[in-house]
């Protein structure tokens, strides 16, 4: 399938998944519920605006950047509100569905129409309450402060002279329609704060082109670390121009490992620290992420420490047998809304926070920022600070 095969699908399938959620949700909250009118054909109606609006604010925005701002708010609250209502009403469905079955076994009566619809009055004014109290818990954790988060590492190779060597991690940043600017100056402050040795950015940083973006991620040329600040692409590169994104971030002062590596300190106080596209980048033309790795590691001493910056927490597969003592990721967002992280497993082998694998280690962050709505449920968003710590020492 070609790319513009792909794009069709993808569009075909997001307004067959919008249109069916919105489907479901009519049904269980005015069909079920019979709702009086005029108030059911207001409802249908506020249900129609509000599932066009999120194509609409995808795509028309990407198109007239100018809008974006009046579209995208609304739109990504209500896919927010949209998911925690699919969620709670599903569970009232799984209650019921199993409360019906008991009574089937047991011979008990069979509920009668006008009981039904009060029990779809209930549970439909249940949902809209905890969905809308989660809606607002979820925004403020999702636009309140961020979080810093310590995690203390220790790895078997790691020079004595390196222990204790600090490493900031941010990720999916998600720096776009809802982020901007100012975001990213209160982030790089912060992180400046801590007087890091490594800065290390783990994709998902934009989501927008270099035109539309450039101001608003500008600060991070004012990050600061001993040894430098360094970038690796994420998936959401690709969706807004990762050459172009690699070029502009380089012209700002950022190391970007393409499939590469450096030393960091000297002689036998060094380590490796190595970079990778994100596990995606064949898709858009880059290599495949086996040989991506092997670019990046070809020629290493086996004896030295290495540590891996890779947006997704699946290169640990392919990375672990190739001697990466620890690798830092992004991308899962740690679920960013609950139970969502149970759908991410499925993908991921990690979700978030410091695992082992095999003989390597790896720390999934739940990132910087957000995607899509401004909501985070038990998952509130962090800028990581990684301490090393020889097992030498």
């Given at each position: 399938?070609?790319?513009?095969g792909?794009?069709?699908?993808?569009?075909?399938?997001?307004?067959?998944?919008?249109?069916?959620?919105?489907?479901?949700?009519?049904?269980?909250?005015?069909?079920?519920?019979?709702?009086?009118?005029?108030?059911?054909?207001?409802?249908?109606?506020?249900?129609?605006?509000?599932?066009?609006?999120?194509?609409?604010?995808m795509?028309?925005?990407?198109?007239y950047?100018?809008?974006?701002?009046?579209?995208?708010?609304?739109?990504?609250?209500?896919?927010?509100?949209?998911?925690?209502?699919?969620?709670?009403?599903?569970?009232?469905?799984?209650?019921?569905?199993?409360?019906?079955?008991?009574?089937?076994?047991?011979?008990?009566?069979?509920?009668?129409?006008?009981?039904?619809?009060?029990?779809?009055?209930?549970?439909?004014?249940?949902?809209?309450?905890?969905?809308?109290?989660?809606?607002?818990?979820?925004?403020?954790?999702?636009?309140?402060?961020?979080?810093?988060?310590?995690?203390?590492?220790?790895?078997?190779?790691?020079?004595?002279?390196?222990?204790?060597?600090?490493?900031?991690?941010?990720?999916?940043?998600?720096?776009?329609?809802?982020?901007?600017?100012?975001?990213?100056?209160?982030?790089?402050?912060?992180?400046?704060?801590?007087?890091?040795?490594?800065?290390?950015?783990?994709?998902?940083?934009?989501?927008?082109?270099?035109?539309?973006?450039r101001?608003?991620?500008?600060?991070?040329?004012?990050?600061?670390?001993?040894?430098?600040?360094?970038?690796?692409?994420?998936?959401?590169?690709?969706?807004?121009?990762?050459?172009?994104?690699?070029?502009?971030?380089?012209?700002?002062?950022?190391?970007?490992?393409h499939?590469?590596?450096?030393?960091?300190?000297?002689?036998a106080?060094?380590?490796?620290?190595?970079?990778?596209?994100?596990?995606?980048?064949?898709?858009?033309?880059?290599?495949?992420?086996?040989?991506?790795?092997?670019?990046?590691?070809?020629?290493?001493?086996?004896?030295r420490?290495?540590?891996?910056?890779?947006?997704q927490?699946?290169?640990?597969?392919?990375?672990?047998?190739?001697?990466?003592?620890?690798?830092?990721?992004?991308?899962t967002?740690?679920?960013?809304?609950?139970?969502?992280?149970?759908l991410?497993?499925?993908?991921?082998?990690?979700?978030?926070?410091?695992?082992?694998?095999?003989?390597?280690?790896?720390?999934?962050?739940?990132?910087?920022?957000?995607?899509?709505?401004?909501?985070?449920?038990?998952?509130?968003?962090?800028?990581?600070?990684?301490?090393?710590?020889?097992?030498?020492?």
């Amino acid at each position: 399938m070609g790319r513009i095969g792909s794009l069709v699908f993808f569009i075909a399938a997001l307004i067959g998944i919008i249109g069916g959620l919105h489907y479901y949700l009519w049904a269980r909250l005015v069909r079920d519920t019979r709702l009086p009118a005029p108030w059911n054909a207001i409802a249908l109606g506020a249900l129609v605006a509000l599932g066009v609006a999120i194509p609409t604010a995808m795509f028309v925005g990407r198109i007239y950047p100018a809008l974006r701002k009046f579209l995208v708010w609304p739109a990504y609250i209500w896919i927010g509100v949209m998911f925690l209502l699919f969620v709670t009403l599903l569970g009232g469905d799984i209650v019921r569905i199993l409360r019906w079955s008991g009574a089937k076994l047991v011979g008990g009566d069979v509920v009668d129409a006008e009981r039904r619809t009060l029990i779809a009055r209930i549970l439909g004014t249940l949902a809209l309450g905890v969905s809308g109290g989660l809606a607002v818990l979820g925004m403020r954790t999702a636009l309140g402060p961020v979080e810093i988060k310590q995690v203390r590492v220790q790895l078997r190779r790691l020079p004595r002279a390196q222990h204790g060597t600090r490493i900031v991690q941010l990720t999916d940043m998600h720096v776009g329609p809802t982020r901007g600017r100012a975001f990213v100056e209160e982030i790089v402050r912060r992180t400046n704060e801590l007087s890091a040795d490594i800065v290390a950015i783990t994709g998902d940083l934009v989501d927008g082109s270099v035109n539309d973006l450039r101001e608003a991620v500008a600060p991070l040329g004012d990050l600061r670390a001993r040894f430098g600040v360094f970038f690796v692409t994420g998936n959401h590169e690709y969706f807004s121009g990762a050459e172009e994104w690699s070029q502009e971030l380089r012209r700002i002062g950022l190391r970007v490992l393409h499939n590469e590596r450096v030393t960091i300190g000297e002689g036998a106080a060094a380590f490796d620290l190595a970079g990778v596209d994100d596990y995606s980048a064949q898709r858009y033309g880059g290599v495949p992420h086996s040989q991506a790795l092997a670019r990046a590691l070809a020629g290493r001493d086996p004896q030295r420490e290495l540590i891996l910056l890779a947006h997704q927490p699946r290169s640990i597969v392919l990375g672990e047998p190739l001697g990466v003592g620890l690798q830092l990721s992004g991308h899962t967002h740690g679920g960013q809304m609950w139970p969502f992280n149970y759908l991410v497993r499925l993908q991921q082998p990690f979700v978030a926070g410091l695992f082992r694998h095999g003989g390597s280690q790896i720390y999934v962050s739940r990132g910087t920022g957000y995607w899509g709505p401004p909501m985070r449920l038990a998952v509130p968003p962090e800028i990581t600070e990684v301490t090393l710590e020889s097992a030498l020492a």
